[in-house]
C-alpha cells in the first residue's frame, strides 16, 4: 500500500517562475516530512523537512508547506532555474526515524 | 568526509545466483538503512540499522535477502537465490542518531539474467 503518493509524475515549468510539487500521505501518525532531489545516476539529496509542528519551514528559494487536516505537504520553488531539473521525492516517517516512506516521485524540468 | 560510498556500482548476475552489497556510511552516523529502487518508483524501506543492532526489516523482504553491521560501521547486503524480479537499484542511506535527514550513497544497480 501507498503510504505517500505523488500524483504528477512530471512537471514543467519558465525559468524564474515558482514549481509547485505536491504529496499526499494516509497514515496520520506521519510526523516528520522530507524532501529529496535526484539526479541521474545519482542517489537522492536531502533538501528540505518540516515536522508536524509546523506548517511551514522555509531554506533560500525552498519552502514546505504541510497541511496535516488534509494530510497533504507542497515543496514551493521561487524562481525555480534550470538546475532544478531532477526528480523530487516526498518521504514521511514516525518521528523515531526507523522507517521512511517514499512517494514514487515529480520529475520537475525547469525550461531556460 | 567522503560521504557514502557503495560496491560494486554495477553487478549483473544470472538467476539463483548470490550477490552481495557493501555500503560504508559516513563514519559518525549510527543510523544505517538499505532502499530498493526500481524504475518509477520512489526508494522501497528494506531494513534498518541502529549502530549493530537490526532493528526494523521491512515485511516485504523476503528470507532470501539478509543484512548485516558486524561492527556498527559498514553494512552488507546478501541476496540468495536471486530471482529475475530482484533486478533494481539498491540504495544505502545513514544519518546521525539525533537527525532524520539521511544521506544516500550512489547506489548498487543488480541485473538478473
Known amino acids: 500500500d501507498q503510504q505517500v503518493k505523488q500524483n504528477s509524475p512530471s512537471l514543467s515549468v519558465q525559468e524564474g517562475r515558482i514549481s509547485i510539487l505536491n504529496c499526499d500521505y494516509t497514515?496520520?501518525?506521519?510526523?516528520?516530512f522530507l524532501w529529496y532531489k535526484k539526479y541521474p545516476a545519482e542517489g537522492p539529496t536531502f533538501l528540505i523537512s518540516?515536522?508536524?509542528?509546523?506548517d511551514k519551514n522555509e531554506d533560500g528559494r525552498f519552502t514546505v508547506f504541510l497541511n496535516k487536516s488534509a494530510k497533504h505537504l507542497s515543496l514551493h520553488i521561487v524562481p525555480s532555474q534550470p538546475g532544478d531539473s531532477a526528480v523530487y521525492f516526498c518521504a514521511a516517517t514516525v518521528d523515531t526515524g526507523n522507517q521512511f516512506y517514499f512517494g514514487t516521485g515529480t520529475s520537475l524540468t525547469v525550461i531556460p | 568526509d567522503t560521504g557514502v560510498s557503495q560496491d560494486p556500482r554495477h553487478k549483473i548476475t544470472k538467476r539463483g545466483q548470490n550477490v552481495t552489497f557493501r555500503c560504508d556510511p559516513i563514519?559518525?552516523?549510527?543510523?544505517l538503512y538499505w532502499y530498493r529502487q526500481t524504475l518509477g518508483q520512489g526508494p522501497e524501506f528494506l531494513t534498518y540499522?541502529?549502530?549493530?543492532?537490526?532493528?526494523?526489516k521491512s515485511r516485504l523482504l523476503s528470507d532470501r535477502f539478509s543484512a548485516e553491521r558486524p561492527k556498527g560501521s559498514f553494512s552488507t547486503l546478501e541476496i540468495q537465490r536471486t530471482e529475475q524480479g530482484d533486478s533494481a537499484m539498491y540504495l544505502c542511506a545513514s544519518s546521525p542518531w539525533d537527525r532524520n535527514e539521511q544521506f544516500f550513497g550512489p547506489g548498487t544497480r543488480l541485473t538478473v539474467l
Open positions: 497514515n496520520s501518525m506521519f510526523d516528520y
Open positions: 563514519s559518525e552516523h549510527n543510523r
Open positions: 518540516i515536522s508536524s509542528i509546523k
Open positions: 540499522f541502529q549502530n549493530e543492532a537490526q532493528l526494523e
